[in-house]
């Protein structure tokens, strides 16, 4: 895959790298795993858990750190890591990385307690006057800002999370068990170690000197100030962002900034960038646009500053839920539009750089105007005493080739107010980094909408970043001419649409399709026990059999390809995935997680599925034992992904594939189970509880994946395949919750959110909106024959249909979960939701991997990397699309059969049952 970007050139961090590999001694293998760099002395045999040592440094410092410490690791034997790269020491200090991961740069294993501390005692000599970000997660040794420790595992040692199905990395307790190994701040160790004598001593000495040398000059300033934190608004390694009182203020914001955090080669920390904001918020203080600075100090080495608040959300929430509901006025939009240039304009004649004007950086206050804020990378070009600016970026909103460059010019905030004004016509960020021409990519996106109110900004916004505009002031114009066009028909293009959705013949769709499959297949690795492809980030924390984002998933892929193509190979390809998820993965009772979306529930379906399609007996009686075993136990939640709802799908697929009585008892009492589960709300609401990691908690979901819609889902198809009145009435009572629960968007539409404690958090998508609450409403027209069913679920699809908010192009919170929907609702209402799944077919075309490519992909939810995953990756996608051109013979995975598809095809009146 070809990017933009080029690859730079390695640092002196890299070069240190590689000098240590090319001088290691022969004795000593390394390995490399994409993020760390691995030392191990042959014949070393560590424990699986113990004490082990992390030094941070400063980036600048980071070769010199190697420098030092490498001579004495290797006389010592020992095993120890280090982050690969000097992008990845730089992500470890400033704060863009998870809190457990923060400052880590070096990782040294002790193999016993007597190792551990003498080779504390080495590190603090030899790294002396190094320094780095504090550890959250470990102790400092003697006062040290380099040299931490914890108590933790060395080995992949992990169990499943019995709610999420997440994996969850441990260590073993003195009972044998294996318990959680946390890595959260102030815990360096589990309660039952101990800590050794002669360390508490050591640290115990040190912690008197401290106090004594501090005990005169250590004021108080939070109690000066009488600040108390009233809220956490965000926290990450470089500091958090809190709502406080105080003394001089009701209410205000308290941003932190923790010492040797985000410092940069001039040894500028994120001090200095707190400083700088304190500065510029300063200048900017009469014009209204910004927070007023309050107050700023320092205490305990971290650097504090109190400023304004006032009641807001980001540009970003505020665009996303106008999209979502398309709740939105053309010329309102041009407005802020004209606002924010205005801001910018102000900071301009101030002399002021923003360098950081972003959709997360503008906020929209309950008035409906709009502030900056979050300006520490701002840069004041009249002050000629401040140093060169300070360095930063949001991706998207910087040119390309300028993400790392100390920026002084207008022309990046031009730039980035470009970026700004695209995001705004079309909820995504301009930042499609796997295309070469992404620019021209953003523009066909936005040509090939049919709702175009808002294609003139968004068209602004990209001439813009082209370079099309050097003056604020003629985009001013620009502006000020959209703002006063007339209205625009949102169905005007639709005949260009439908006539350019050529552009993906279904041939082409299916020769790509193939060619990826048999891509994929080629590059398995059948031979390797543990990984079978190159996972993502998000399989590495489930299950390697679960559906989302591994195995299964790819095998309904093949399946629905050999459907379709009448070839046999491709069921061939799920037997043999099957075999080794089996043969390396099986299943352990209490171990292995059993949930459908999340765990092992889609594998015996899978199998089932393909002992179907290959006419294999032997294969589905396996299929049939599976699933009886691994629903043998009560599950502990109620659901379609983690729970017994999605367990009971696959009980009653795998019974009408092979007929087994025991199969439908087991899904009858799964039934039973969830409706005992059912909570009654003081207002008669029928809610399941989604359970967190102890069942004392936990939170309401009304959505398909996670709610209340696909409990009701399975209750349908249950009461489909026994006819009691239980699950009918059960049914029933969720139609009424979903009908209470709905808000009404623009022209009729339905719209819910993901929990009803959230009732601002609007969704359309599959997982928890309007997507997959609308596919168990029109399943349960069908079946209960309810006129309101019918209504809310075509009230449902119009939402989808209507909805231009662009999230990713995947099936869990994408085009091709909401286009799967929508396929199905245009079956029930011939003709009614074609002009969005043209819009929805032509932005897949235009948004693939390079055209200069020959295969067709499309990247994850970070708009970068590629994986082959069914709910997040482009296998998911490639279904879709041949779902779209070959409805026949592409069926969807994981859905109840048992439905009449037949009915769902002929040719409704979109008002009947209305």
Same mark, same amino acid.
């Given at each position: 895959m070809k990017f933009a970007s080029v690859i730079p050139r390695k640092d002196a961090f890299e070069n240190a790298l590689d000098h240590i590999i090319r001088e290691l001694p022969q004795s000593i293998q390394w390995s490399n795993d994409g993020h760390w760099i691995c030392f191990r002395p042959e014949e070393l045999r560590l424990p699986a858990q113990g004490w082990k040592i992390h030094l941070s440094v400063i980036p600048v410092e980071g070769a010199e750190l190697l420098r030092r410490i490498t001579p004495v690791l290797s006389e010592n034997e020992v095993q120890w890591k280090v982050v690969n790269s000097g992008?990845?020491?730089?992500? $470890?200090s400033n704060g863009s990385i998870p809190l457990p991961q923060t400052g880590k740069c070096v990782t040294i294993y002790a193999r016993d307690e007597e190792q551990f501390l003498k080779l504390l005692e080495l590190m603090h000599s030899c790294t002396g006057d190094l320094e780095g970000p504090a550890i959250p997660t470990d102790r400092a040794y003697?006062?040290?800002?380099?040299? +931490?420790y914890r108590y933790g595992a060395f080995t992949d040692r992990f169990y499943y999370d019995r709610y999420s199905g997440a994996k969850v990395y441990a260590i073993q307790n003195p009972e044998g068990k294996l318990e959680e190994d946390q890595r959260t701040p102030g815990r360096y160790k589990p309660e039952w170690v101990s800590e050794p004598e002669e360390l508490l001593r050591i640290q115990a000495m040190e912690k008197n000197r401290a106090a004594s040398r501090h005990s005169d000059s250590n004021n108080n300033e939070f109690g000066i100030r009488n600040i108390r934190v009233r809220r956490v608004l965000k926290k990450s @390694?470089? @500091?958090?962002? +809190?709502?406080? #009182? @105080?003394?001089?203020?009701?209410? $205000?914001?308290?941003?932190? $900034?923790?010492?040797?955090?985000?410092?940069?080669g001039g040894g500028r920390s994120a001090h200095d960038y707190l400083d *700088?904001?304190?500065?510029?918020?300063?200048?900017?203080k009469d014009t209204g646009v910004t927070p007023r600075p309050?107050?700023? +100090? #320092?205490?305990?080495? *971290?650097r504090y500053l109190i400023l304004e608040y006032f009641e807001s959300i980001s540009l970003r929430e505020y665009i996303h839920r106008r999209h979502v509901a398309a709740d939105y006025n053309r010329a309102d939009m041009h407005r802020m539009g004209i606002h924010i240039l205005n801001m910018v304009q102000q900071c301009h004649d101030k002399g002021i750089v923003i360098n950081d004007l972003t959709p997360n950086n503008i906020v929209v206050l309950t008035d409906g105007s709009v502030r900056l804020i979050d300006l520490e990378l701002a840069y004041v070009r009249s002050d000629e005493d401040q140093a060169d600016p300070l360095t930063g970026h949001t991706p998207g909103y910087v040119p390309r080739g300028r993400e790392h460059s100390r920026r002084s010019s207008y022309a990046d905030d031009l730039y980035a107010l470009g970026g700004v004004f695209y995001y705004m016509a079309s909820s995504i960020d301009p930042y499609l980094k796997y295309q070469q021409f992404h620019l021209e990519a953003a523009q066909d996106y936005l040509d090939h909408q049919s709702n175009t109110q808002l294609r003139g900004l968004g068209s602004l916004g990209i001439e813009i970043m082209s370079g099309g505009h050097v003056e604020l002031s003629g985009i001013r114009e620009t502006l000020i001419a959209l703002l006063e066009q007339r209205e625009v028909n949102s169905g005007e293009s639709m005949d260009g649409l439908e006539k350019n959705e050529c552009n993906m013949e279904p041939e082409e769709v299916l020769r790509q399709a193939e060619r990826r499959v048999k891509t994929l297949y080629t590059s398995l690795d059948f031979n390797n026990p543990l990984q079978l492809f190159p996972e993502n980030s998000m399989s590495k924390m489930f299950h390697p059999a679960n559906f989302n984002f591994g195995w299964t998933g790819m095998i309904f892929g093949f399946n629905q390809l050999g459907q379709i193509t009448q070839n046999r190979q491709y069921h061939q390809y799920a037997y043999e995935v099957l075999e080794w998820i089996l043969t390396n993965h099986p299943y352990v009772p209490d171990e292995t997680p059993v949930a459908l979306y999340f765990g092992y529930g889609a594998v015996p379906w899978a199998m089932a599925e393909t002992a179907e399609r290959l006419n294999d007996p032997s294969l589905l009686r396996r299929a049939e034992d599976l699933a009886l075993e691994i629903t043998r136990d009560e599950p502990v939640q109620t659901n379609i992904s983690h729970g017994a709802a999605g367990l009971g799908l696959m009980l009653l697929e795998i019974y009408r594939i092979g007929g087994r009585p025991e199969l439908l008892a087991r899904a009858e009492e799964l039934g039973v189970y969830i409706l005992e589960q059912e909570e009654q709300t003081d207002e008669s609401l029928s809610l399941w509880k989604v359970k967190d990691k102890s069942d004392k908690k936990g939170h309401h979901s009304l959505g398909f994946s996670h709610g209340i819609a696909g409990i009701g889902y399975y209750l349908l198809a249950l009461a489909e395949r026994k006819g009691k009145e239980a699950y009918y009435s059960a049914v029933k009572r969720v139609v009424d919750t979903l009908d209470r629960t709905s808000h009404g968007g623009q022209n009729g539409v339905s719209l819910w959110p993901a929990s009803p404690e959230k009732p601002d958090t609007l969704w359309v998508h599959w997982c928890n909106g309007s997507a997959g609450i609308g596919r168990f409403l029109m399943a349960a027209a069908d079946i209960l024959q309810d006129p309101l069913c019918t209504r809310l679920g075509l009230q449902a699809a119009d939402a989808v249909a209507q909805a231009t908010v662009f999230a990713s192009f995947g099936q869990c919170h994408g085009i091709a979960g909401n286009g799967d929907f929508l396929l199905l609702a245009n079956r029930k209402f011939p003709g009614r939701y074609e002009t969005k799944l043209a819009e929805y077919t032509q932005s897949l075309y235009v948004l693939r991997s390079d055209p200069q490519e020959d295969i067709w992909m499309w990247p994850l939810e970070d708009m970068e990397s590629f994986s082959p995953d069914y709910m997040t990756g482009y296998m998911g996608i490639y279904t879709f699309l041949l779902r779209r051109f070959y409805p026949s013979v592409a069926s969807e995975p994981l859905v109840y059969s048992g439905f009449d598809y037949n009915r769902e095809g002929e040719a409704y009146d979109a008002n009947i049952h209305i």
């Open positions: 992008l990845k020491l730089i992500e $470890a003697l006062g040290s800002q380099c040299v +931490f @390694g470089k @500091g958090g962002v +809190f709502l406080i #009182s @105080g003394t001089s203020y009701e209410q $205000a914001v308290m941003k932190e $900034a923790v010492y040797r955090m985000r410092v940069d *700088n904001e304190y500065r510029v918020l300063d200048l900017m309050l107050d700023l +100090f #320092s205490t305990e080495n *971290n």
